[in-house]
């Protein structure tokens, strides 16, 4: 005859199945957005993150919520994207998980740029400290991408040399994975910055 599982042993298995299947849902959410299934992506998002907070968890929830916002940006919800940001950064802030918070001041400025359209100089300083916080952290993927953003907004506002001459040096370091999409957006705009 076998003894029951104590209760609290059956309690914390139920409460790994739950961290378990939330994440789940929150890394389906971020891949079905990805491959542009927005909506349906930005539900499994929510209710993963819906779960997660449930369970009381902060870690890793910083991350969750920038791949929220990443789907607000990508659906065209930017107040909802910008509220996303406000709150991963100050979750960031409060627990010293801050990972992902190079990516969340790129994902602020792109959604500044998307919400208003003019506001050049606040997501421009969002792009420099997402590089800076990048580089400090040694995120070379993750500085790549903020300083393709910000090559991006200064082609777009003629600073061609100055676009090229901060990522040029950037995408220097690699020497492998030019096949992925981060390495090929920015080579393409380097390419249209030498032209």
Same mark, same amino acid.
Request: hydrophobic share 45%; glycine share 10%; net charge negative.
């Given at each position: 005859m076998h003894a029951d599982p104590p209760a609290q042993g059956v309690n914390f298995a139920r409460r790994i199945t739950l961290y378990q299947h939330a994440a789940a849902l929150i890394l389906l959410g971020s891949a079905l957005v990805r491959t542009g299934e927005v909506g349906e992506g930005t539900r499994q998002l929510v209710e993963g993150l819906g779960v997660w907070n449930q369970l009381g968890a902060r870690i890793y929830l910083p991350h969750?919520?920038? *791949? *929220?916002?990443?789907?607000?940006l990508v659906g065209g919800r930017t107040a909802e994207g910008l509220e996303c940001v406000a709150q991963a950064l100050a979750i960031a802030a409060d627990t010293g998980e801050y990972w992902s918070v190079a990516r969340l001041h790129q994902l602020r400025a792109q959604l500044l740029l998307q919400m208003h359209g003019c506001e050049h100089e606040s997501a421009e300083a969002h792009l420099h400290t997402a590089i800076g916080t990048a580089r400090a952290q040694g995120a070379r993927g993750l500085e790549l991408c903020a300083a393709t953003s910000l090559a991006r907004l200064w082609r777009d506002q003629g600073k061609h040399t100055k676009a090229h001459d901060l990522l040029a040096p950037v995408y220097g370091w690699f020497t492998e994975g030019f096949d992925t999409p981060d390495l090929k957006e920015a080579k393409a705009l380097l390419e249209q910055l030498k032209a």
């Amino acid at each position: 005859m076998h003894a029951d599982p104590p209760a609290q042993g059956v309690n914390f298995a139920r409460r790994i199945t739950l961290y378990q299947h939330a994440a789940a849902l929150i890394l389906l959410g971020s891949a079905l957005v990805r491959t542009g299934e927005v909506g349906e992506g930005t539900r499994q998002l929510v209710e993963g993150l819906g779960v997660w907070n449930q369970l009381g968890a902060r870690i890793y929830l910083p991350h969750g919520i920038c *791949l *929220l916002a990443e789907s607000h940006l990508v659906g065209g919800r930017t107040a909802e994207g910008l509220e996303c940001v406000a709150q991963a950064l100050a979750i960031a802030a409060d627990t010293g998980e801050y990972w992902s918070v190079a990516r969340l001041h790129q994902l602020r400025a792109q959604l500044l740029l998307q919400m208003h359209g003019c506001e050049h100089e606040s997501a421009e300083a969002h792009l420099h400290t997402a590089i800076g916080t990048a580089r400090a952290q040694g995120a070379r993927g993750l500085e790549l991408c903020a300083a393709t953003s910000l090559a991006r907004l200064w082609r777009d506002q003629g600073k061609h040399t100055k676009a090229h001459d901060l990522l040029a040096p950037v995408y220097g370091w690699f020497t492998e994975g030019f096949d992925t999409p981060d390495l090929k957006e920015a080579k393409a705009l380097l390419e249209q910055l030498k032209a």
